[in-house]
């Protein structure tokens, strides 16, 4: 992060402008919105520049700027069009430790001005630490759309029963609880429709309701098994990224990747359950338990897992404890691996000219072997696609051939598919264990079999 964004209060407090112009009076409008003291420093200032100077008790000063004028304020503007004064301000202010932004010079700015989408008391301030401007005021208005037009009447309800919520609800996690199902309640919709009576109504029952439920003690939490998708976050369901940013406490998989976590509530407990191969068996039952114990803590828990839950994820165990538990839980399926990677690296998993199946398997390795029903596997015109299939890519391709498929068949070996480290390595069945080898391609990976592999030639896009 090149700049920490901040909100500054400056109500009351005198704020400088140097600079007299067009340019200036959009920048005092601005500080005088939030209520600042507005103290004009130039030698020709428009009249209007004045009288909103003399309305927010500031001062007009139609002489040139000298450090004296920077006397106790709490930020500087300098908007003139004269690089000597611009700099002179900057230097003058820097000198003094008072805030200063030079209007379009990025290098004399002590602060920025970021884009801002005002419904107040909701403000979104948007910045490119400088670097794009115009990708700034797209984003503004893509936020401005949004954003409902009366946020600002929900905002203000709300803070209404800040009080009220606090007395009612001591603890915190139960508290932000609270507020989430309230803005995933009907309340936010009916206030956007202008029903304001029916909104308040339902708050109070909800207090009500939750008094009750304190008097019979404690509430029961839940479990989100979630599935994040293959790495590219852009793949995240809708329902996923609801959940995420809801969530109190979350348990990871290894496999879910840096940007995905980024887009989780960032105060929620972050929980690693990277796995050693070797001990899984005692791993998942600490996690199911660990599920368990967290709901009964009344938190919502968000299990987070690569790709798809129900595929090769072990989601199925996981939430059979959870249901003899008594523990209330969601399901929110992902990409899985195989049709992420396959649509990534162009290679479609049935096509009508050479698959009419796909059949997902584990590549696993067990004790050192595979033990896979290679006879069904060897079909005309179905593709297999091999998860956790690296370390056992030799295995799987020499059984292949010697349950009779071509040694020329194609093969993918995918890593890392859909983020920007994606590589794909295509081959033929006979020589693909010696090429992996050779380009040192490293886990996670999926393996793709079958002539559909062939279409990557033409359909490649990503990365390329
Ligand atoms: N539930 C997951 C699979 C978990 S098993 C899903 O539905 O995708 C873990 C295996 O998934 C890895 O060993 C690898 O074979 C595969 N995998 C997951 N993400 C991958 C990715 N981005 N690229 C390649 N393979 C991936």
């Given at each position: 992060m090149e700049l920490l964004p901040i909100f500054l209060n400056i109500r009351d407090r005198k704020c400088v402008i140097v600079g007299g112009g067009s340019v200036a009076l959009r920048k005092a409008n601005l500080l005088s919105r939030a209520q600042a003291s507005v103290h004009v420093i130039a030698t020709s200032i428009s009249e209007e520049l004045e009288v909103l100077c003399r309305a927010s008790n500031g001062a007009a000063m139609r002489q040139p700027f000298t450090p004296a004028h920077l006397e106790g304020a709490a930020l500087v503007i300098a908007a003139t069009d004269d690089g000597a004064i611009n700099l002179a301000v900057s230097a003058a202010a820097k000198s003094l430790n008072i805030p200063v932004n030079v209007v379009d010079k990025a290098e004399l700015c002590s602060f920025m001005m970021p884009a801002i989408v005002d419904k107040a008391p909701v403000l979104v301030a948007i910045s490119s630490s400088g670097t794009a401007p115009a990708l700034t005021s797209k984003l503004k208005e893509m936020i401005e759309i949004m954003i409902p037009g009366s946020i600002d009447k929900l905002a203000n309800l709300l803070g209404s029963y800040r009080a009220r919520v606090k007395d009612t609800i001591a603890n915190l996690d139960q508290r932000r609880q609270f507020w989430q199902d309230l803005l995933e309640s009907e309340v936010p919709e009916l206030i956007y429709a202008g029903n304001e009576d029916a909104a308040i109504e339902t708050i109070e029952q909800r207090l009500r309701d939750r008094l009750q439920a304190a008097g019979a003690g404690g509430k029961m939490g839940e479990v989100y098994l979630v599935g994040a998708g293959p790495g590219d976050p852009d793949l995240l369901t809708l329902r996923a990224l609801r959940l995420m940013s809801k969530a109190d406490v979350v348990l990871y998989d290894r496999l879910v990747s840096d940007e995905i976590m980024?887009?989780?509530?960032?105060?929620a407990d972050k929980i690693y359950m990277g796995k050693e191969q070797t001990k899984q068996g005692v791993e998942q039952e600490t996690i199911n338990e660990l599920l368990v114990r967290l709901a009964r803590e009344g938190k919502r828990v968000l299990r987070l897992k690569g790709g798809d839950p129900f595929i090769f994820g072990r989601g199925g165990e996981e939430l059979e404890t959870l249901a003899q538990a008594g523990v209330p839980f969601q399901v929110v399926p992902g990409i899985t691996a195989a049709s992420g990677c396959a649509a990534y690296a162009g290679i479609p998993l049935t096509h009508r000219d050479h698959a009419q199946s796909v059949r997902f398997l584990t590549g696993h390795l067990r004790e050192g072997t595979l033990d896979l029903e290679w006879e069904h596997l060897v079909r005309e015109k179905q593709t297999l696609v091999f998860y956790m299939g690296l370390s056992g890519l030799q295995t799987i391709c020499e059984q292949l051939i010697a349950h009779g498929m071509a040694a020329d068949t194609p093969i993918a070996v995918i890593q890392q598919g859909t983020t920007r480290r994606q590589r794909v390595i295509s081959d033929q069945l006979g020589s693909m264990p010696v090429l992996a080898k050779k380009t040192g391609i490293k886990a996670p990976t999926i393996i793709i079999i079958g002539s559909v592999v062939s279409a990557q030639e033409k359909l490649s896009w990503f990365g390329s």
């Amino acid at each position: 992060m090149e700049l920490l964004p901040i909100f500054l209060n400056i109500r009351d407090r005198k704020c400088v402008i140097v600079g007299g112009g067009s340019v200036a009076l959009r920048k005092a409008n601005l500080l005088s919105r939030a209520q600042a003291s507005v103290h004009v420093i130039a030698t020709s200032i428009s009249e209007e520049l004045e009288v909103l100077c003399r309305a927010s008790n500031g001062a007009a000063m139609r002489q040139p700027f000298t450090p004296a004028h920077l006397e106790g304020a709490a930020l500087v503007i300098a908007a003139t069009d004269d690089g000597a004064i611009n700099l002179a301000v900057s230097a003058a202010a820097k000198s003094l430790n008072i805030p200063v932004n030079v209007v379009d010079k990025a290098e004399l700015c002590s602060f920025m001005m970021p884009a801002i989408v005002d419904k107040a008391p909701v403000l979104v301030a948007i910045s490119s630490s400088g670097t794009a401007p115009a990708l700034t005021s797209k984003l503004k208005e893509m936020i401005e759309i949004m954003i409902p037009g009366s946020i600002d009447k929900l905002a203000n309800l709300l803070g209404s029963y800040r009080a009220r919520v606090k007395d009612t609800i001591a603890n915190l996690d139960q508290r932000r609880q609270f507020w989430q199902d309230l803005l995933e309640s009907e309340v936010p919709e009916l206030i956007y429709a202008g029903n304001e009576d029916a909104a308040i109504e339902t708050i109070e029952q909800r207090l009500r309701d939750r008094l009750q439920a304190a008097g019979a003690g404690g509430k029961m939490g839940e479990v989100y098994l979630v599935g994040a998708g293959p790495g590219d976050p852009d793949l995240l369901t809708l329902r996923a990224l609801r959940l995420m940013s809801k969530a109190d406490v979350v348990l990871y998989d290894r496999l879910v990747s840096d940007e995905i976590m980024q887009k989780l509530r960032p105060d929620a407990d972050k929980i690693y359950m990277g796995k050693e191969q070797t001990k899984q068996g005692v791993e998942q039952e600490t996690i199911n338990e660990l599920l368990v114990r967290l709901a009964r803590e009344g938190k919502r828990v968000l299990r987070l897992k690569g790709g798809d839950p129900f595929i090769f994820g072990r989601g199925g165990e996981e939430l059979e404890t959870l249901a003899q538990a008594g523990v209330p839980f969601q399901v929110v399926p992902g990409i899985t691996a195989a049709s992420g990677c396959a649509a990534y690296a162009g290679i479609p998993l049935t096509h009508r000219d050479h698959a009419q199946s796909v059949r997902f398997l584990t590549g696993h390795l067990r004790e050192g072997t595979l033990d896979l029903e290679w006879e069904h596997l060897v079909r005309e015109k179905q593709t297999l696609v091999f998860y956790m299939g690296l370390s056992g890519l030799q295995t799987i391709c020499e059984q292949l051939i010697a349950h009779g498929m071509a040694a020329d068949t194609p093969i993918a070996v995918i890593q890392q598919g859909t983020t920007r480290r994606q590589r794909v390595i295509s081959d033929q069945l006979g020589s693909m264990p010696v090429l992996a080898k050779k380009t040192g391609i490293k886990a996670p990976t999926i393996i793709i079999i079958g002539s559909v592999v062939s279409a990557q030639e033409k359909l490649s896009w990503f990365g390329s």
